[in-house]
């Protein structure tokens, strides 16, 4: 099984104190310039939130944040959270179940999908490759445990999509980014969460931020901790779609197509499995 705290019913990421934290959400104060990065874990999250920060503040993000309290807050007190500055931009995969419910009415919310299969892949090289002892079994098993809603990580992809599109789907203050789209015209959705965000900027800005978030750039400029991989490990691994393709056996993907197929008008967003890179 995975390493996990199982915060009401769903596995979490074993951060120190994430019960704590989750519980204390109550007492989170919300603010209307929050910017919340919302997913299922490897869908996006590290690039989105680059884009974010060089559109707010024209710097690059370098650090690691999640000693900051802004990459995932359930990492975090809430009294750490107060004292950072506005706006505050700040990472969660937590299913809405578990979200603050003022941050849900007041703040802004980009809500970041990604063809699950590469999400599921890109996890589990980030569980086998970081230090955490988050999972050490086989793809197969990895495919099992994530497939299985009572053992998978952040609630099953299913429900989370689902549960958030439905509230975010006709909500103003939501946006919802695809990971594909970004890696077909990144400019283009650097422009949209600009205008989204309502810090509309000039070309030459949508220009350079477009350059500094490529995969290449990213890999490059960001400083990975090196507590949290094992060699060869990193958060910036392939960056590519399609990579299901390499690893999903012929069984694995029609027992996901089928449960895809009978889930698919819950999710009230299409995901496109067949997207070509470069194509479209
Ligand atoms: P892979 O493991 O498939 O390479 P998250 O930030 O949500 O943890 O997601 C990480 C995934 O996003 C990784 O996928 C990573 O390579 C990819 N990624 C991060 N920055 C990217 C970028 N600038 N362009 C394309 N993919 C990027």
């Given at each position: 099984?995975?390493?996990?705290?199982?915060?009401k019913g769903i596995h979490l990421h074993p951060f120190p104190l994430v019960e704590s934290n989750i519980n204390n959400y109550v007492k989170f104060h919300a603010r209307e310039d929050d910017v919340w990065i919302v997913n299922w874990p490897k869908s996006g999250t590290h690039w989105v939130y680059e884009v974010v920060k060089?559109?707010?503040?024209?710097?690059?993000?370098?650090?690691?944040?999640?000693?900051e309290g802004t990459m995932f807050p359930e990492a975090c007190a809430v009294e750490s959270l107060e004292k950072l500055p506005s706006p505050r931009v700040l990472d969660t995969h937590v299913p809405l179940k578990l979200f603050p419910e003022e941050a849900l009415k007041q703040s802004k919310i980009i809500y970041t999908i990604r063809n699950p299969k590469d999400a599921f892949v890109s996890s589990y090289y980030h569980m086998k490759n970081n230090k955490g002892d988050l999972y050490d079994g086989t793809w197969n098993g990895y495919f099992d445990?994530?497939?299985?809603?009572?053992?998978?990580?952040?609630g099953s992809w299913f429900d989370h999509v689902a549960d958030w599109m439905?509230?975010?789907?006709n909500n103003p203050n939501a946006l919802?980014?695809?990971?594909?789209?970004?890696?077909?015209?990144?400019?283009k959705e650097v422009r949209r969460i600009a205008e989204f965000l309502g810090y509309p900027k000039s070309e030459e800005?949508?220009?350079?931020?477009?350059?500094?978030?490529s995969f290449g750039h990213m890999k490059?400029?960001?400083?990975?901790p090196k507590s949290f991989w094992k060699p060869g490990g990193s958060m910036y691994r392939k960056g590519i779609v399609g990579d299901w393709k390499n690893h999903f056996t012929v069984a694995q993907n029609e027992k996901f197509n089928t449960i895809f197929n009978e889930k698919q008008n819950k999710l009230r967003v299409s995901v496109d499995f067949d997207i070509k890179e470069g194509t479209m």
């Open positions: 099984s995975f390493r996990a705290v199982v915060v060089l559109l707010i503040t024209g710097r690059e993000e370098l650090t690691d944040s999640i000693k445990l994530t497939m299985d809603e009572n053992t998978c990580l952040y439905e509230v975010l789907e919802v980014v695809k990971y594909e789209d970004m890696k077909r015209d990144l400019k800005v949508y220009e350079n931020v477009t350059t500094k978030c490059k400029a960001k400083k990975e």
